[in-house]
């Protein structure tokens, strides 16, 4: 089956279009997985690498009512969904604009109002630490994090406000376990800052970066304005009952991220691209233009034991990294709080790469898999 899909998408993104005849693959309803969900289970099956990439070209198309937007722009940010005093959130169609202050440097710098503007406050890994940009950054960026950004689909949001768990308070109440619908998905996205720097923005797009527009705020308050690269993408949704695990990234990160090694090295991916994702990214790329400087990094569906990591978004502790095995364990105790996945071992720290016995989560709620619940605030 062809994609439905409108001329004028076509014509302002040709690259994709060659790639939807090759693939025969429907992006119109991809975010409920097409008429039958049981089919797109069976192509998953048959090719993990290849679904992950079809799901990545479908979210990387140009809104349908928001055509300045793509797909995945419009998906609601957690800083929307986790309020402070743990309010509940707007609808989730409601376009939330940055403050003011946002706003008014956006229009001294002539940028395009109708475009979303991502807020990228965070800038802590899982272990703590920051990614670090180098290389061939310009020299004001050298030592600066790299910055995140997590999203979420309608289905995914509208069970969280249905069970009320965008706050500790639903949380502390659950009687039962979450189970999440097999439509819920969410995104984790890792930025470079570039700010107005036009040289450098004219770089990381010859790189083949998707820009967008960006702020975030400082430690004093102020707001900095501008645009960010993309530099990583997970994309997971629940195809599969314990979640389906895919990240990309783009090739180009060792020449603008570095290790915390002294001294700084070019950061590389250590667990991938897998050697099934290899030959898919060659396809995708080839007919995708706009995405061919982004490669998969691999899958995780199986609760087996296994390693994989986005080098921009576990970038410290890749080697002991497994979406599956650490995201198995969100879950929440009214006497112990989150559970804490960080294993000692050899006297340092690790995080698990396959799922705990259930044992260890005597007394916890389990949270099916969606860590992104820890950032919710007790309601006063």
Known sequence: MRRAISLTVLSALAGLAQAQDTNHFDCGNFLQFGADINQTRAAFTQSPETMAWNWFVCLNQPNATQSSNRVWELMKPSDQVYLPNGAPPGPYDARVMPPNAVLQQARDHGMD??????????????????????????????????????????????????????????????????????????????????????????????????????YYQQEDGQYQVGYA??????????????????????????????????????????????????????????????????????????????????????????????????????AYSNNDGYFNFALNQGGGIVYPTAPLPASDFNGYKKLDFVWSLKRAQWQR
């Open 113 to 214: 109002l109708s475009r979303a503007f991502h807020n990228i406050n965070a800038i802590q890994q899982v272990d703590g630490l920051i990614l670090q940009m180098g290389g061939a950054v310009p020299n004001v960026q050298r030592g600066n994090p790299v910055r995140f950004q997590l999203l979420m689909g309608k289905d995914t949001f509208d069970y969280i406000v249905k069970n009320k768990v965008y706050n500790v308070n639903g949380q502390a109440a659950l009687a039962t376990d979450l189970d999440f619908p097999p439509t819920a998905w969410e995104l984790k996205a890792a930025w470079l800052w570039i700010g107005f720097d036009t040289t450098y923005q004219a770089q990381l797009a010859n790189d083949g970066y998707f820009i967008a527009q960006a």
């Open 229 to 330: 690269a993309l530099s990583g993408l997970h994309v997971v949704n629940k195809l599969s009952p314990n979640w389906v695990w895919t990240t990309f990234e783009n090739i180009n990160n060792g020449k603008y991220t570095v290790t915390n090694d002294t001294p700084a090295a070019p950061m590389a991916n250590s667990t991938g691209p897998t050697a099934a994702a290899e030959p898919v990214n060659a396809s995708f790329q080839a007919n995708n233009p706009t995405l061919s400087q982004y490669e998969l990094i691999g899958v995780e569906y199986k609760p087996i034991k296994q390693v994989l990591a986005n080098s921009q978004l576990e970038s410290a502790f890749q080697n002991t990294s497994s979406c599956l095995a650490c995201h198995s364990t969100a």
